[in-house]
């Protein structure tokens, strides 16, 4: 990679690791549905008034249903499911589950012939199962109905993140990082927004909140994604995606030094595993091959 493409994802590993400390506080205020919807808005106004203030043109000829399905997954999907569960699963097994990102985005990427399927990336996607199962098998928290309904919304929300990358790494190629921004932004909070009628703001925020969601939007979602997506042009989706490994790393050791969240042994071992699954998928590590 370019120097600038190593300052982008060591940006992104640190931001969306910290990211976890806002959403916490951004969703006990706001709630998991507001907090989306108004972060989705804030982010692509935000985005949107800097192309005008630096007079940058945008082009949004490549169509609205695409912008529609990169904002339904990568976006809402994503988004959603990581507000919804953080709180239930807390942020270090939330983290965890991050990491297997690139799994589904190998199996997305294979399915739609955009990558070739090795021996080495299946036994990454097994690895990877493996991974999960003792992740969500084997927690140090008592096994409740929440606690499974929070890991399978953070499954949920992984898989729409692996799907939204690989859909805008096909369809919106020729788009720029400021358009797709700002674009699934706006439709993520769209259609987001009429979910506020089943799940209102519980209540009144404080001040300090307002800050913490303009933070969570500007510094995390919208300047973060157009980095990713300009990260996804210039390197691909399934490097670039490889981003989450970081982005777990720092996320666990906020949960565990910062939150003191509790991790099982095992949970620990399955994240290793989660991501030397990963590794093997996206090539950082190598099966040597036998001779013959």
Known sequence: ??????????YLAFAWGLSFLLLLHVVDAFGWIGAVTFRCF?????????????????????????????????VAGQLIGLSYATPLIGTAMAAIFVASIPLFSMVI????????????????????????????????????????????AMVGSTFSAAYGSNYASRHLEGTGSWEVTIGSFFAGGVLTLP?????????????????????????????????????????????????????????????????????TPLQLLGGGVIM?????????VRVPRTAR
């Open 109 to 152: 990427a294979q399915l739609w012939g955009l990558e070739r399927i090795t021996p080495a990336r299946v036994l990454g996607l097994v690895l990877g199962t493996i991974g999960i199962v003792m992740l969500v098998g084997f927690p140090a928290v008592p096994v409740t109905s929440a606690f499974l309904v929070g890991c399978l």
């Open 42 to 74: 804030i982010a692509g106004f935000l985005l949107f008034a800097l192309a005008k203030v630096f007079r940058r043109k945008l082009d949004f000829s490549a169509g609205w249903l695409h912008f529609a399905m990169v904002g339904a997954t990568t």
């Open 276 to 284: 030397l699954g990963c590794a093997l998928v996206l090539g950082i």
């Open 1 to 10: 990679m370019r120097p600038r493409d190593i300052a982008v994802y060591t």
């Open 195 to 263: 979910l506020l009628w089943f799940v209102p703001v519980p209540g009144t925020p404080a001040p300090i909140d307002y800050l913490y969601l303009v933070a969570l939007a500007g510094l995390m979602s919208a300047l973060t994604y157009v980095l990713y997506f300009g990260l996804v042009k210039s390197i691909g989706a399934t490097a670039a995606i490889s981003v989450e490994f970081a982005v777990t790393v720092v996320a666990v050791l906020v949960g565990a030094l910062l939150l003191d969240e509790p991790l």
